[in-house]
């Protein structure tokens, strides 16, 4: 295998385009997670709301953006040797070294003070945020069972600040389907991984080698059996709580569990290494989504 050239840009790709690449806008769509305890609480069609998590979600793509610049320089070397992250403009030397640093700095820095001037919660969330993505580059994602940890802990994250920008508690349930689900699919992306790279996947990345298939399911079916169950519980007290609008909250269970279901699925088929493409390139994850989104949105606004 040759590896690509790392000083001269391709003559096809300039380095505008290599810097929109490389704080890869596409990943920003797990930031949506912002939305979901402001519009769970039945909150977003209040203007100040809605716009503190337009905000949430604008901070926290600036603060992925230049974590994304970061921590490609810290992968340069890893990033060069594997099939397909040899591509990424840093690592194919489409953007300077010294210009990602500056501009990722720039980019964390400017978000975490952002995040502040909301509130200092907020601001809290997003530094820590920062330095979990840091801390995973540098040394997480080398530590089993940790990377899975730090991994899932950037979802998490992003639906604790989405909470505090919009000023809203969060329910037990709510924390547990949330920790859980973001463990399911850090597990699912590693077991994508696995699959993907096949005999190189431990030289790439060193917890790939530790983790058996059989591990992996188990920590699948183990957090896949928490949300289920926790989603059934939330959704069955908040039909209690709200007795007019139960039908909606109780009916949503079952959109909920086929697209869990779904999901699953396109993994086994070898989906998964990346969970904002499975999610944006399947239709059919799509039209189950809406549909418990608009369930969801009749048992908390239709009372």
Wanted: with cysteine.
């Amino acid at each position: 295998m040759t590896d690509p050239p790392t000083t001269a840009n391709p003559p096809s790709t300039s380095l505008v385009t290599g810097l929109i690449r490389a704080v890869r806008p596409k990943q920003w769509a797990k930031n949506v997670l912002v939305f979901i305890a402001p519009g769970a609480a039945g909150l977003l069609t209040h203007h100040d709301v809605l716009i503190s998590a337009v905000f949430a979600f604008c901070t926290f793509s600036l603060a992925a953006g230049g974590t994304y610049l970061i921590n490609d320089v810290m992968d340069l070397e890893s990033d060069r040797r594997h099939p397909t992250k040899r591509n990424r403009p840093i690592a194919a030397g489409i953007v300077p070294v010294p210009l990602a640093i500056a501009l990722g700095t720039l980019f964390v820095v400017g978000a975490t003070a952002l995040g502040t001037l909301r509130t200092w919660q907020f601001g809290l969330i997003v530094l820590l945020y920062v330095l979990l993505t840091t801390l995973y580059s540098a040394v997480l994602k080398h530590q089993p069972v940790l990377d899975l940890v730090g991994l899932a802990s950037g979802f998490i994250l992003r639906l604790l600040g989405g909470a505090k920008a919009a000023e809203v508690a969060i329910s037990d349930w709510f924390l547990i389907i949330s920790c859980f689900g973001a463990l399911f699919i850090a597990t699912c992306k590693r077991q994508a991984e696995r699959r993907d790279l096949g005999s190189e996947s431990g030289s790439l990345r060193a917890t790939l080698a530790v983790y058996t298939d059989q591990y992996l399911n188990f920590l699948k079916a183990v957090s896949a059996g928490v949300v289920l169950v926790a989603y059934c519980e939330f959704a069955l007290e908040r039909a209690h709580e709200h007795p007019p609008s139960a039908v909606w909250i109780e009916l949503s269970i079952i959109p909920f569990l086929v697209a869990f279901f779904r999901y699953a699925l396109l993994v086994e088929q070898g989906h998964g290494a990346a969970p904002e493409e499975v999610i944006l390139g399947d239709r059919q994850l799509q039209v189950i989504g809406l549909v418990w989104v608009a369930l969801m949105g009749l048992s908390v606004y239709v009372r």
